[in-house]
């Protein structure tokens, strides 16, 4: 289907005033806007709780906060991409979501990584080879979930709710807060 036939498919719904397919069409839109911002709300969860579990244990013993790293990040990681991949979008093509979820994880955890250690903590070690190995590590993650857990995933899709975008909001202000507390100690 060309982009001009679906312009004027749009323009038909308009013209005939066909209600059911232009409230369709916009519901569509506020379910994928809720699923963006509940992704990246989800992402940003991740990325803080990755920095809260590792911080303390990384400042005693960095072989310590390598395991955890290796071991424990990749389980958060994995959880919440998986919980991405099966909440309901605007999305029909679920290996288009996992790209789209791959670029969000990637873009907030580089964008993270820049203003908090970069600039904040005025680190010059952030770029590591092993950094751009967590970025890969991400994309690869949600694309190999979507292709992986494909068929369960779109059997059943889960609905997103403002609900679930405050229950992220009010998680992301505790590891935030929780990385301030450590940061001062």
Same mark, same amino acid.
């Given at each position: 289907? &060309?982009?001009? !036939?679906?312009?004027?498919?749009?323009?038909?719904?308009?013209?005939?005033?066909?209600?059911?397919?232009?409230?369709?069409?916009?519901?569509?839109?506020?379910?994928?806007? @809720?699923?963006?911002?509940?992704?990246?709300?989800?992402?940003?969860?991740?990325?803080?709780? &990755?920095?809260?579990?590792? +911080?303390?244990?990384?400042?005693? &013993?960095?072989?310590?906060?390598?395991?955890?790293?290796?071991? =424990?990040?990749?389980?958060?990681?994995? *959880?919440?991409?998986? *919980?991405?991949? =099966?909440?309901?979008?605007?999305?029909?093509?679920?290996?288009?979501?996992?790209?789209?979820?791959?670029?969000?994880?990637?873009?907030? !955890?580089?964008?993270?990584?820049?203003?908090?250690?970069?600039?904040?903590?005025?680190?010059?070690?952030?770029?590591?080879?092993?950094?751009?190995?967590?970025?890969? +590590?991400?994309?690869? $993650?949600?694309?190999?979930?979507?292709?992986?857990? !494909?068929?369960?995933?779109?059997?059943?899709?889960?609905?997103?709710?403002?609900?679930?975008? $405050? =229950?992220?909001?009010?998680?992301? @202000? =505790?590891?935030? $807060?929780?990385?301030?507390?450590? @940061?001062?100690?």
């Amino acid at each position: 289907m &060309s982009t001009g !036939s679906l312009t004027a498919e749009k323009a038909d719904m308009f013209e005939e005033g066909n209600i059911e397919a232009i409230t369709r069409m916009m519901q569509n839109r506020k379910k994928n806007l @809720l699923w963006l911002a509940v992704t990246s709300l989800m992402v940003f969860c991740l990325y803080w709780l &990755s920095n809260v579990v590792l +911080w303390v244990p990384w400042s005693h &013993s960095p072989q310590l906060g390598i395991i955890l790293m290796l071991t =424990v990040n990749p389980v958060f990681w994995g *959880v919440g991409i998986y *919980v991405c991949l =099966v909440c309901e979008s605007g999305v029909g093509n679920l290996m288009k979501k996992a790209l789209l979820l791959a670029l969000i994880a990637v873009g907030i !955890s580089l964008l993270s990584d820049y203003l908090f250690f970069a600039v904040y903590m005025k680190s010059k070690d952030v770029w590591h080879i092993t950094t751009f190995y967590g970025y890969a +590590w991400l994309a690869v $993650l949600a694309l190999g979930e979507a292709f992986l857990f !494909s068929k369960k995933m779109m059997a059943k899709q889960y609905p997103v709710t403002k609900r679930l975008f $405050l =229950v992220l909001g009010v998680f992301l @202000l =505790v590891l935030l $807060l929780s990385l301030s507390y450590l @940061l001062a100690e």
